[in-house]
């Protein structure tokens, strides 16, 4: 993430549930490991044993996020903390099951389920702001979505949970945490022409992004979307709450207008 800046407007998103819709939303919240999962299943249809590893460890899988969902509901855990468990257990034993090869397969499979509304959306203001992707879904899957979005003219800057295969099989080497993603927030934005800011986020670990961009550019030039959000949180802090990426396309189309403008 270090090109230099187009325009001096940014658009930063978070990844699942927000520009990626996925397979079945009202299921799966948007998830894109969830959708990962199935096409790695597909995949391996005409590999019994893999494909019956792969079901097993599904089972276990669902049961350890019954478990993380109810304890993040009840206060014993937070976001960060689940997701980082559910994200290590698909790197160390869903992963494992598979090749590079295959994994790169499922991701371009996967790519294919973002919004198609909001490639409408950022496609109608791309050439009035840059766009960036910080989130905690994998980074060979973010690529895949990357040039899926190039396809449409749409510059995607991205940044996830980055993931190598070694001689020990699968690791992380960075966990896409809520302050790992303020982090990377922090050094898109810092030294660059950007003035202004749009943040948009479907979960409370999103407003860390937000946070991020405030301390660089200061809250009179930040704008925090709320985009099918998915708790208390994130809908209290947005400055803006919204049930689709048309209203969100709407908005956007309106905020380029004022910065063009210097009429906000």
């Not at 699942?16 to 790695?40: F, S, W």
């Not at 044993?49 to 996020?65: D, M, Y």
């Not at 980082?84 to 590079?100: A, N």
């Not at 919204?242 to 210097?262: D, E, K, N």
Request: net charge positive; hydrophobic share 45%; proline share 3%.
């Amino acid at each position: 993430m270090i090109r230099p800046a187009a325009h001096k407007a940014i658009v930063i998103l978070d990844f699942d549930g927000t520009l990626y819709r996925g397979l079945c939303p009202a299921l799966c919240r948007g998830i894109a490991n969830a959708d990962l999962l199935v096409a790695l299943c597909l995949i391996n249809l005409s590999r019994p044993r893999c494909f019956f590893r792969l079901l097993r460890e599904a089972t276990r899988l669902q049961k350890l996020q019954q478990r993380l969902a109810r304890a993040y509901t009840e206060k014993r855990l937070s976001l960060s903390s689940a997701d980082g468990r559910l994200i290590r257990f698909f790197t160390h034993r869903i992963m494992m099951c598979c090749t590079p090869t295959v994994l790169d397969q499922a991701a371009a499979l996967v790519s294919r389920l973002c919004y198609p509304s909001a490639w409408r959306a950022l496609s109608a203001v791309r050439g009035d702001c840059d766009f960036a992707v910080v989130s905690k879904s994998f980074d060979f899957l973010l690529e895949k979505v990357r040039q899926r979005a190039a396809t449409r003219g749409v510059h995607l800057q991205v940044v996830g949970t980055r993931v190598r295969c070694g001689g020990a099989g699968w690791r992380i080497e960075v966990p896409m945490t809520r302050a790992e993603k303020a982090l990377q927030v922090r050094e898109l934005l810092m030294g660059r022409a950007y003035d202004r800011a749009v943040v948009i986020g479907d979960t409370e670990d999103d407003i860390g992004m937000r946070d991020a961009a405030v301390k660089v550019l200061g809250a009179e030039s930040v704008t925090f979307i709320a985009l099918n959000v998915k708790d208390n949180e994130i809908k209290s802090a947005a400055d803006v709450s919204c049930p689709s990426w048309r209203q969100v396309g709407a908005f956007l189309r309106g905020w380029v207008s004022s910065v063009s403008t210097g009429t906000s």
